[in-house]
C-alpha cells in the first residue's frame, strides 16, 4: 500500500513562491505515476501537473499553471515536488498527491487513474 505525505503548503501573498513536497513510502517508487490536485472552496478537484514513472520523461501541466509551476521527482529519495512561482489568489486550494503504479502511457491529468491519494495541503494566496 502506498502513503503519500504532503508537506510545504502555507499562506503567502500575490507573486511569491512555494515548494510543495510529496513524500511516498510503501512501493517501488520508481514505478509510480504522480500528479499534483488541487480543490478550492465549492469547486471540483482539478489537475495541476503530473509526470509519468521512472525518469519522469513526460510531464504535463494545467493551462492554468503552465510557465508558472514545475514538477519534478527525485527517486532516491521517494519524493515529488511542485515549484509553484507567480502565485496568483486562483491558486488558493488544498493540494494532494496522487500516485499509480499501472500508469505507463496515456494522459496523466485523469484523477480516476491514480489509486493513492495525500491528505493534501493548504496554500492561500492573500491578494
Known amino acids: 500500500q502506498v502513503q503519500l505525505v504532503e508537506s510545504g503548503g502555507g499562506l503567502v501573498q500575490v507573486g511569491a513562491s512555494l515548494r510543495l513536497s510529496c513524500v511516498a513510502s510503501g512501493s517501488s517508487f520508481g514505478s509510480l505515476a504522480l500528479a499534483w490536485f488541487r480543490q478550492a472552496p465549492g469547486k471540483e478537484r482539478e489537475f495541476v501537473a503530473g509526470i509519468s514513472y521512472w525518469q519522469g520523461s513526460t510531464r504535463e501541466y494545467s493551462e492554468s499553471v503552465k510557465g508558472r509551476f514545475a514538477v519534478s521527482r527525485d527517486n532516491a529519495k521517494s519524493t515529488v515536488d511542485l515549484q509553484m512561482n507567480s502565485l496568483k489568489p486562483e491558486d488558493t486550494a488544498v493540494y494532494y498527491c496522487?500516485?499509480?503504479?499501472?500508469?505507463?502511457?496515456?494522459?496523466?491529468?485523469?484523477?480516476?487513474?491514480?489509486?493513492?491519494w495525500g491528505q493534501g495541503t493548504q496554500v492561500t494566496v492573500s491578494p
Open positions: 496522487a500516485a499509480d503504479d499501472q500508469i505507463t502511457a496515456g494522459p496523466l491529468d485523469v484523477s480516476d487513474r491514480y489509486s493513492h
